[in-house]
């Protein structure tokens, strides 16, 4: 497989290019682009064969969840199952921007996509390049780092060019970019709990939800 790569402004991404990686999407292949941190690959998380080729694309373990990248609060409730409160404090006060939240799956998410563990880690992004691919296909997207599993995730579209050449099927190359990466939070469980501390400290979450 032959991966292509086109250039394109991460603040006005080009209508031509994102629908180009949207028709990538649909039929089931993998796309790398800018995310507010670094860069991800992104696929449809309700296709089965795109999510296998996205485990295969990083050698990454398939007892592992795929995160995805949602469009708002609605579409995340249509993958997340029986919300808890602290979901909707958390995403009301820190979407779009860099927090994953892992809560409970709905059923309407392929178990092998949440690495057959029931749960679901999702995020609303500032990227423009995934805003506009999400309104573009009216779904949310697999939303993993664009890596081989092991190995520092790309800052540069020619660095995931050159890593995942052959694996993925197109990279929207929006040059250097860089950031500290998504906060994780898990609020699965009686107690919340930070999985990763990135761009968001766990102060701020705390106090978001001190009387949760």
Known sequence: MATDLIEIDGEQPDAGAVERAAAVIRRGGIVAIPSDALYILVADPLNLHAAQRVFAAKGREQVRSLPMLVGDIVMAEELGKELPTRFYRLAR?????????????????????????????????RSKVATALIEKLSQPLIATSANRSGQPTCSKG??????????????????????????????????WRIIREGAIAEREIAEVLKDT
């Open 93 to 125: 006060r820190f979407w779009p921007g860099p927090l994953t939240i892992i809560t409970p799956a709905s059923s309407r998410v392929p178990l092998k996509v949440t690495g057959n563990t029931g749960r679901i880690a999702m995020r609303q992004s």
């Open 158 to 191: 020619i660095e995931v060019f050159g890593t995942m050449d052959g694996r993925i099927d197109l990279v929207l190359d929006a040059g250097h970019i860089s950031g500290a990466g998504a906060t994780t939070i898990d609020v699965t469980e009686p107690y």
